[in-house]
């Protein structure tokens, strides 16, 4: 028997106290209904031009992968695997593959964050670690570059990151003239990695002439900037996969019966006894804070080239601050039924696990097992590196020792209620869509 249906079973036979009467839903403190007001405006002509980008992969490296490799739509702008495979890798999602005579180095240290409303303006941090993010009305990034400050915000900062990953989209040293100048340190300025890219873009006639109609000041002589390419995807990304009109959204705006009893039972419980609002708070369930929740570490983990070791620390290694060791971002609940799998580096493929896990964080970390994880297969060098945390005694001692919460468990009729209700947070929008070819001419998948 699988070992997630083996602790469902045992937690099913766990005496839970519940009260004796159902929660008054209009006691619920629940969030106001999202508006337009809630989201960074956009043009037409940026969001046109950001969706050619955003599946082009003219901006890669090897021009062999673009954004929507690991934010497909077809699998919740996200890509089905705990850890991605970028450049190497061919395919799609869970059918991705390694290419034989480019094999990939390493795993993509994280797990593909979904992308559903990240255009609203309540979202200034991004990455599982907060690493881009505004403060005080300020960007505050990880390096330092003068294109920082021409892009349109947090959105579009985040868009200019994976290009510079040899992993992810770079390429690996010395492959191609962008995976050079990252090797460099070269990112802005004449021949740096973002200037190549928006010359290759610029060199295409349909580009030139989408970007002269989406920003005036190119059609009055300027050059194309990567900072444009990245407001663009931005733009794509703000538009296409807004997603405010789930189930729950309708009954927050008036109509009672869009929730079924069911999900009517999981919202109580979530803003109520379960105390999932606690983190999942606000219009989009989540307090855009750090939590250190014990999620199993696999992978390559996020390290310096110089360390010795797999871990990821998370928001500490933005901030330096012990309290923040092992903490990551609250991701949305926004079409999560959608999303798997789950956790900072994608632990758990399936989400009724994942659930029952972050109850009880601390005995779901001591009895994790590989299983839950989807990972493609890779040369043992690289997987070799897979579950060397989780087998080493003391680094999963030090993300136990940090857990905020402590362990409880619901009955399994309570978990099949907050099920209920995450289904009700699903709103995947089709407006754009995946284009039938982008001005490169390049393949792309489908």
Not at 117 to 125: I, P, S
């Amino acid at each position: 028997m699988r070992p997630d249906l083996i602790f469902l079973a045992m937690l099913a036979s766990v005496p839970v106290a519940r009260p004796a009467a159902a929660v008054d839903l209009a006691t619920l403190e629940l969030p106001a209904p999202v508006t337009d007001g809630d989201y960074m405006a956009v043009t037409p002509g940026e969001v046109a031009l950001g969706q050619l980008l955003f599946f082009d992969p003219i901006l890669s490296g090897n021009e062999n992968i673009s954004c929507s490799t690991c934010h497909h739509p077809r699998l919740g702008t996200s890509d089905g695997l705990s850890l991605g495979m970028g450049e190497g890798g061919h395919g799609l999602g869970p059918d991705r593959v390694a290419v034989a005579d480019n094999m990939p180095e390493d795993r993509v240290p994280r797990n593909a964050p979904a992308l559903y409303n990240l255009g609203a303006r309540e979202f200034t941090r991004m990455f599982h670690d907060g690493r881009v993010e505004m403060v005080d009305g300020r960007l505050r990034v990880p390096i330092e570059d003068p294109f920082f400050e021409t892009v349109s915000g947090v959105l579009a900062t985040q868009a200019a990151f994976p290009v510079m990953s040899p992993d992810e989209m770079g390429g690996q040293v010395s492959e191609n003239p962008l995976s050079k100048a990252i090797r460099q340190g070269r990112f802005s300025g004449e021949g740096g990695a973002w200037d190549l890219i928006a010359k290759r873009v610029a060199a295409i006639p349909e580009y030139q002439s989408l970007f002269e109609r989406a920003y005036p000041e190119i059609a009055f002589g300027r050059p194309i900037y990567f900072a444009d390419i990245s407001n663009a995807v931005a733009a794509f990304m703000a538009f296409e996969y807004r997603a405010d009109d789930s189930a729950f959204d309708r009954y927050l705006r008036g109509d009672e019966a869009a929730l079924s009893d069911a999900a009517k039972a999981g919202m109580a419980l979530f803003y109520g006894e379960a105390g999932c609002s606690s983190c999942h708070s606000g219009p989009f369930q989540s307090d855009q804070g750090f939590h250190a929740m014990g999620q199993p570490q696999l992978g390559p983990g996020k390290t310096l080239d110089f360390e010795r070791g797999h871990r990821d620390e998370g928001r500490f290694r933005v901030t330096g601050k012990a309290e923040d060791l092992y903490a990551f971002r609250t991701p949305s609940l926004r079409n999560v039924t959608l999303t798997a799998p789950y956790g900072h580096a994608g632990a758990y493929s399936d989400l009724r696990a994942f659930v029952v896990a972050h109850l009880a964080p601390g005995d779901a970390l001591m009895h994790y097992e590989p299983i839950h994880a989807t990972l493609s297969d890779l040369p043992p060098e690289v997987a070799e590196k897979d579950w060397d945390v989780m087998g080493n005694e003391a680094d999963v001692a030090a993300i136990l020792s940090a857990i905020e919460v402590e362990d409880r468990t619901l009955a399994a009729d309570q978990i099949d209620a907050l099920m209920a209700f995450l289904a009700a947070l699903e709103d995947d929008p089709k407006r754009l869509g995946i284009p039938e070819s982008v001005p490169s001419g390049l393949d792309f998948e489908k």
